[in-house]
Nanobody, 123 residues
Framework: QLQLVESGGGLVQPGGSLRLSCAAS????????IGWFRQAPGKEREGVSC????????NYADSVKGRFTITRDNAKNTVYLQMNILKPEDTAVYYC????????????????WGQGTKVTVSS
């Protein structure tokens, strides 16, 4: 069974950091682009960052550029999202997703989704 599981969410103060993990089971991530998306209360889901299957190409939403870093460890079948200098507006449920292609920044191309991990940035 193909499954993605996110972890690492929680409550953090503004300016703090969190590292989210996205672990795959039932398939290898080697041939998949991975994206991180988020959905804040009352808002549409939006793309945060994506990384190519090799890790050589990455992309970030303007709102997180310079603060978030996406990486992957294919040997561990896991993708990470390091989030620094967190702001209250980063509060959302964060989802990772896999697209069966080298690279994608198109949400519709992502076929497999995790259940999400909640991030709350508040003092």
């Amino acid at each position: 069974q193909l499954q993605l599981v996110e972890s690492g969410g929680g409550l953090v103060q503004p300016g703090g950091s969190l590292r989210l993990s996205c672990a795959a089971s039932g398939f290898t991530l080697d041939y998949y682009a991975i994206g991180w998306f988020r959905q804040a209360p009352g808002k549409e889901r939006e793309g945060v960052s994506c990384i190519s299957s090799s890790g050589g190409n990455t992309n970030y939403a303007d709102s997180v550029k310079g603060r978030f870093t996406i990486t992957r460890d294919n040997a561990k079948n896991t993708v990470y999202l390091q989030m620094n200098i967190l702001k209250p507006e980063d509060t959302a449920v964060y989802y990772c997703a896999a697209a069966p292609r080298y690279y994608s920044d198109v949400e519709d191309e992502y076929d497999y989704w995790g259940q999400g991990t909640k991030v709350t940035v508040s003092s």
